[in-house]
Nanobody, 127 residues
């Protein structure tokens, strides 16, 4: 059974940095797409960043471009999200997600159809 386990969430001050990790287990293949989503209290879930395993192309929502970087280490079966210049509006629970057969900017707009989904890690940014 595929499992995604996020870690790295913490409380930081505005302008600070965090690196989130997502460890993948229970799957011997390669997902076509992996990404990060977030949900703040009282708000809809939002796609943050995604990366294509085949092309290495990355996709970001506008609000994090230039501040967040998604990457993956296939040898370690781990997905990362480096978050710099954090703002209070980045406060949310961050989830990693995966898809076996599709990747593109549209992945960030998915509401369903993921092949794997993590339990989330909380990021709190104070002003």
């Amino acid at each position: 059974q595929v499992q995604l386990a996020e870690s790295g969430g913490d409380s930081v001050q505005s302008g600070g940095s965090l690196r989130l990790s997502c460890a993948i287990s229970g799957y011997t293949g390669r997902f076509a797409c992996m990404g990060w989503f977030r949900q703040a209290p009282g708000k809809e879930r939002e796609g943050v960043a995604a990366i294509s395993n085949s092309s290495g192309n990355t996709y970001y929502t506008d609000s994090v471009k230039g501040r967040f970087t998604i990457s993956q280490d296939n040898a370690k079966n781990t997905l990362y999200l480096q978050m710099n210049s954090l703002k209070p509006e980045d406060t949310a629970t961050y989830y990693c997600a995966a898809a076996k057969f599709f990747c593109g900017s549209g992945f960030l707009r998915w509401n369903t159809g993921f092949d794997a989904w993590g339990q989330g890690t909380l990021v709190t940014v104070s002003s």
